[in-house]
T-cell receptor
């Protein structure tokens, strides 16, 4: 079992829909990151969370430390949101990042 | 502030050859970490450098080695390339281990 699990693996949506991507982890963490990766490969850091909730534009990230679970929400989705969204946790013991396998999101007009 | 730059962007090498990938860190960052991302997978941690010293390593063989320079830029070297080394190699810089990460666009290595 992977230390960081994401669901769903693939997600298709119509423009305007509300999107939720989930991340569960099994290790102790000092922070959780949500990342966006476009087809060219480059990764953009969206959020770094250690508790609670953060919002940036149409993106909202939440984390529940007790349940070892985080969600990334996209409101009013748009085709330009199409990308792979990756959850990564920084292990409390090793300080290294452990990545999920990503959620591939496609938003159609 | 400048971001993280990786070079080259694409590279094709023959099995058994050696390769060097380069990464410049974001201004003000002193830590660089390297990751290997196989097709369809999440990135896997290779190693991390902090102030020119390796201070963390993932499950990669010794033929994967690195350097960090006084300006905090970094190199990843892979010797005796194998077909399975074909992947996207990402580097990220941060201020210590506890800050946010800035990722580069990656180097796509193909071993034939």
């Amino acid at each position: 079992k992977n230390e960081v699990e994401q669901s769903p693996q693939n997600l298709t949506a119509q423009e305007g829909e509300f999107i939720t991507i989930n991340c569960s982890y099994s290790v102790g963490i000092s922070a959780l990151h949500w990342l966006q990766q476009h087809p060219g490969g480059g990764i953009v850091s969206l959020f770094m969370l250690s508790s609670g909730k953060k919002k940036h534009g149409r993106l909202i990230a939440t984390i529940n430390i007790q349940e070892k679970h985080s969600s990334l929400h996209i409101t009013a989705s748009h085709p330009r949101d199409s990308a792979v969204y990756i959850c990564a946790v920084r292990s409390y013991n090793t300080d290294k990042l452990i990545f999920g396998t990503g959620t591939r999101l496609q938003v159609f007009p | 502030e400048t971001g993280v730059t990786q070079s080259p962007t694409h590279l094709i090498k023959t099995r058994g050859q050696q390769v060097t990938l380069r990464c410049s860190s974001q201004s003000g960052h002193n830590t660089v970490s390297w990751y290997q991302q196989a097709l369809g997978q999440g990135p896997q941690f290779i190693f991390q450098y902090y102030r020119e010293e390796e201070n963390g390593r993932g499950n990669f063989p010794p033929r994967f080695s690195g350097l960090q320079f006084p300006n905090y830029s970094s190199e990843l070297n892979v010797n005796a390339l194998e077909l399975d080394d074909s992947a996207l190699y990402l580097c990220a810089s941060s201020l210590g281990s506890y800050g946010g990460y800035t990722f580069g666009s990656g180097t796509r290595l193909t071993v034939v």
